[in-house]
């Protein structure tokens, strides 16, 4: 996390890009961390309490959520949702993302996400 409270993500070589805006390139309105890249170098798992980074309304206001974003097209994916689509009713942490980035795991406070 940078001191801003932002995540970045710093490609072999290459220029820090922000990992915690929305696909539109908005900031997030709150702070982002704990980013973790995929081996692909495309796809980062991060966490945010940000309200701001999907095209949809944060449901459950500054809880933390976790996020997979696709550095290659902007796209950003709320994780800790519940089946049903709707908000965690609890914090999420700690994510991490498998080699191919088919797989994000995180600790979790929320009973609804089973």
């Known amino acids: 996390m940078g001191s801003s409270g932002q995540a970045y993500f710093v490609p072999d070589g290459g220029v820090a890009r922000r990992i915690s805006a929305s696909a539109a390139g908005a900031i997030a309105n709150g702070a982002s961390g704990k980013p973790m890249v995929a ?7 991060f966490e945010s309490v940000a309200t701001n980074l999907l095209t949809t309304v944060d449901l459950n206001g500054s809880v933390s959520d976790i996020f997979l974003k696709d550095m290659n097209t902007g796209a950003v994916t709320l994780v800790s949702k519940a089946p049903n689509g709707g908000p965690a009713d609890g914090p999420s942490t700690e994510p991490r993302v498998s080699d191919d980035g088919q797989l994000v795991y995180f600790t979790t406070l929320a009973a609804n996400l089973t």
């Open 39 to 45: 081996a692909d170098g495309v796809k980062v798992v």
